[in-house]
């Protein structure tokens, strides 16, 4: 069983920056993929980010230049630095791991990001 914890989240102005990290503990196989994920009111659940244990890297084309992921796999945290924030990147952000020897994956219970005109 694999616990993710986020944190981060905040009210911040259009142009801001905020980070956000997520720390999995308990038993936590390699190789895996951790990702952000972000959920608007009304919207469906959609892919912000995510890395590999290998340092692969995907982003959506909306946050591209803007935001940064990256991973301490020793401490098995991933972290989001998101610059340049819209009003539109306002929801709530989900942590997410994907193990691959066991097919598992686990999800944080959110952190929410609030960005103000």
């Known amino acids: 069983q694999v616990h993710l914890v986020e944190s981060g989240g905040g009210l911040v102005q259009a142009g801001g920056s905020l980070r956000l990290s997520c720390a999995a503990s308990?038993?936590?196989?390699?190789?895996?993929?951790m990702g952000w994920y972000r959920q608007a009111p009304g919207k469906q659940r959609e892919l912000v980010a995510s890395?590999?244990?290998?340092?692969?890297?995907n982003y959506a084309d909306s946050v591209k230049g803007r935001f940064t992921i990256s991973r301490d796999n020793a401490k098995n945290t991933v972290y989001l630095q998101m610059n340049s924030l819209k009003p539109e990147d306002t929801a709530v952000y989900y942590c997410?791991?994907?193990?691959?020897?066991?097919?598992?994956?686990?999800w944080g219970q959110g952190t929410q990001v609030t960005v103000s005109s």
């Open positions: 997410r791991i994907n193990q691959y020897i066991d097919a598992k994956e686990y």
């Open positions: 308990g038993i936590v196989y390699s190789p895996n993929v």
């Open positions: 890395i590999t244990s290998t340092s692969r890297l």
